[in-house]
C-alpha cells in the first residue's frame, strides 16, 4: 500500500511541478515565495498571489456521496455515514456488487463530464455499486494549499462510507477500486491509508 501511496504522491507532484514549469515564461521574483501557479482538470492556470489571499479562504464542510447503480443510473442516492456500530442505509446498495468510487479534484465537482461518464460506462459493463465524493465546496477553493490539506479529511471520511459498506454488506477491501482525478487522486490516497486494510486498486490521474 505504501508503493500506491507513493506513487499517487508523486503524480501529485508531478502535477505540482507542471504547474511550475509551464510558468517559467512569466516567472517573476518570489515564485514559491509570495505566489504560487497551479493548473486545474480543464488546464486553466490561476494564479495564488499570497499576498492578496482572500479571506474567506478557510472553509469547512462534508463531502456528500451519492451511490448510483444499475437500478438507479441517472438518480443517485445521497448515503450517510452511519454512527458508530450502526448499519449503512441504503435501498439501491447491493451487496453482491463489488464497488467503484470517483471523485473529481481541484475547481471541479461530481458532475463534471468525465466523472459522470466514467459512471455511466462501468455501469453499463458491470453490475456494481458506483460511488461518487462530492467534495466541491471544499475544492473550489482558490486556495490550493487548503484544498489540497483537507483531502485527507475528505478521505477519511470515505475511509468511514466503506467500512460500513463492509459491516453492514460484507463487500471486503479487496472487492473496493477508488478513482481519483488531481486533488481527488490525494482524497482516494488518504482513503485507502484509513482503512484498515488494503483496498483492491486505487488510480490516481493528473490531467
Ligand atoms: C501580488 O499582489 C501584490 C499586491 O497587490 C502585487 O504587488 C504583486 O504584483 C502581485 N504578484 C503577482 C505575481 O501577481
Ligand atoms: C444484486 O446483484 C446481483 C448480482 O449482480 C443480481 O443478480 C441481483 O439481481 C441484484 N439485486 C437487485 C435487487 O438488483
Keep these: ?36 501557479m497551479f493548473v486545474d482538470e480543464a488546464f486553466n492556470r490561476h494564479l495564488l498571489n499570497f499576498s492578496v489571499l482572500p479571506s474567506h479562504g478557510i472553509r469547512y464542510g462534508k463531502p456528500v456521496f ?17 454512527d458508530d456500530e450502526e448499519y449503512l442505509k441504503s435501498i439501491y446498495f447491493n451487496g453482491s456488487n463489488d464497488i467503484r468510487v ?35 465546496y471544499l475544492a473550489k477553493n482558490p486556495i490550493y494549499p487548503w484544498s489540497a490539506l483537507i483531502t485527507r479529511f475528505v478521505g477519511k471520511q470515505t475511509a468511514k462510507l466503506l467500512d460500513a459498506c463492509t459491516n453492514t454488506y460484507g463487500v471486503g477491501r479487496h472487492r473496493m477500486h477508488l478513482i481519483g482525478h488531481s486533488l481527488g487522486a ?13 483496498v483492491h486498486r486505487i488510480t490516481g490521474r493528473y490531467g
Design 66 to 82: 451519492y451511490l448510483y447503480t444499475r437500478n438507479n443510473r441517472e438518480d443517485p442516492e445521497v448515503l450517510f455515514i452511519p
Design 186 to 198: 490525494q482524497v482516494m490516497g488518504y482513503a485507502g491509508m484509513f482503512l484498515n486494510s488494503e
Design 1 to 36: 500500500m505504501l508503493r500506491r501511496w507513493c506513487h499517487i504522491y508523486i503524480v501529485f507532484l508531478f502535477v505540482a511541478c507542471l504547474g511550475s514549469i509551464e510558468c517559467q515564461d512569466d516567472i517573476n521574483d518570489g515564485y514559491g515565495y509570495s505566489w504560487l
Design 102 to 136: 470517483v471523485t473529481h479534484g481541484w475547481m471541479s465537482d461530481y458532475q463534471v463530464g468525465w466523472l459522470q461518464s466514467i459512471k455511466d460506462t462501468l455501469l453499463q459493463h458491470y453490475d456494481l455499486n458506483v460511488i461518487t465524493i462530492d467534495w466541491a
